[in-house]
């Protein structure tokens, strides 16, 4: 039974990353269809992170009521209708309003599906569930483009996709017995834990640093990869489709990371495999830096990818031992909350400085990130080893 429970959360992380890419996939082909400008995919895209981050901030509250199962299974739910309503909008204010539900759905099963992995799983299960999203996300590209190329139209594609998580859905619901009993269970006297407020939360000696490197490092990652593509053309001078084809080996290295990841796990704790990350990242930056041509930046992007892969998942996983497993799915819900704050300001803000210092600045702002992300990370195990 417990393995078929790690099949059913491996297939819900792939489910995750479904319907994360469709968005950019689509919308050259939507905006024309829908008659309004390219950049209205902003719109879109930020009411979609404001609702996971509402959401990610309400995970504890949510998880300490319904359960871990419960919240992923209507999560995934509210993703399909979302999806659904996407895939029948027919103009521009019914995909803002599809959006709400898309948010609010992927907010709260990201948390409540990664502290439920980090309380039970080895840290290797969490390198490869976060692995099994990079797969989710590269293939509901796929999906959406094989649709457009077959002249089915990008409605279709979200279809697709909305069916596939109504499956999963049925499949979470079905699953139910299978999650273990929670820690916050009401115990013999029927008290049942209290979900922590955000001044608590913030008043957990360690809570701030870890809240800051991983806003830290989703502003990292976001921002390489939407402007990786950029800076070589820009900067490179590389023409475009070779750039958009080499800007993917962040991603490839992310993903196929990841999977390496989980055998590292065996030899090396949270804490050096996040260390090893950021040092890998750094000697890419140092690469893309150097004078070496197209050969060193794709080099570089690579090894950036291959040190952002321990580190989202070993933060997630180090939660419940930094901060104890009482308090981890609140840590892990603001954690997520922080993370898409950095995805909507930072790589905006670098799309403001390059446009006047140019986009050569991309490894140096990556860089600054980096250090940030160094800092918080070795404040934070220094006031919990202070607390053991």
């Not at 895209?45 to 299974?73: F, H, N, Y």
């Not at 008290?191 to 490197?213: D, H, M, W, Y």
């Not at 023409?239 to 490839?252: N, V």
């Not at 819900?333 to 995805?343: F, H, L, S």
Request: glycine letters at 12%; one cysteine or more; charged letters at 10%.
């Amino acid at each position: 039974m417990v393995h078929l429970l790690l099949v059913i959360i491996y297939l819900s992380f792939i489910s995750l990353g479904l319907p994360d890419a469709l968005l950019g996939a689509a919308w050259p082909t939507m905006c024309l269809d829908l008659s309004v400008p390219v950049s209205f995919a902003g719109g879109i895209s930020l009411i979609i992170s404001a609702g996971t981050v509402i959401s990610s901030l309400l995970s504890d509250r949510m998880t300490k009521w319904l359960g871990t199962g419960k919240v992923t299974a209507i999560s995934v739910g509210m993703t399909a209708v979302a999806l659904f309503g996407f895939c029948t909008s027919s103009a521009y204010w019914q995909l803002c309003l599809w959006a709400i539900p898309y948010g609010l759905g992927a907010g709260s099963v990201d948390a409540s599906l990664n502290n439920y992995v980090a309380i039970h799983y080895a840290s290797r299960h969490m390198s490869w569930l976060h692995c099994m999203w990079g797969v989710g996300a590269s293939v509901g590209p796929y999906i959406m483009g094989a649709a457009l190329t077959r002249g089915m139209g990008w409605n279709t594609g979200y279809l697709i996709i909305a069916l596939m998580q109504v499956v999963l859905t049925a499949v979470l619901f079905l699953s139910l017995p299978l999650w273990k009993k929670r820690p916050d269970e009401p115990d013999v006297g029927g008290v049942r834990a209290k979900p922590l407020t955000l001044k608590q939360i913030f008043s957990i000696p360690g809570a701030r640093e870890v809240i800051a490197a991983f806003f830290c490092y989703c502003a990292l990652e976001q921002t390489c990869s939407l402007w990786g593509s950029s800076y070589l053309v820009m900067h490179n001078g590389l023409d475009r489709e070779t750039a958009a084809s080499l800007a993917s080996l962040f991603m490839l290295g992310i993903t196929g990371g990841r999977f390496l990841s989980g055998f590292v796990t065996y030899k090396m704790n949270d804490e050096s495999m996040i260390r090893l990350g950021q040092g890998i990242i750094a000697l890419g930056i140092v690469i893309m830096l150097l004078p070496l041509g197209n050969g060193a930046a794709m080099v570089g992007l690579l090894l950036m990818g291959l040190g952002c892969a321990p580190i989202y998942p070993c933060v997630i996983h180090s939660t419940p031992a930094h901060f104890g497993e009482e308090n981890s799915q609140a840590l892990i819900g603001v954690q997520m909350a922080g993370a898409y704050v950095g995805i909507c300001v930072m790589p905006p803000l670098f799309g403001i400085l390059a446009n006047h210092l140019g986009a050569g600045l991309l490894p140096w702002y990556l860089a600054a990130i980096n250090v940030g992300m160094i800092l918080m990370c070795e404040r934070l195990n220094r006031k919990c080893a202070a607390k053991a």
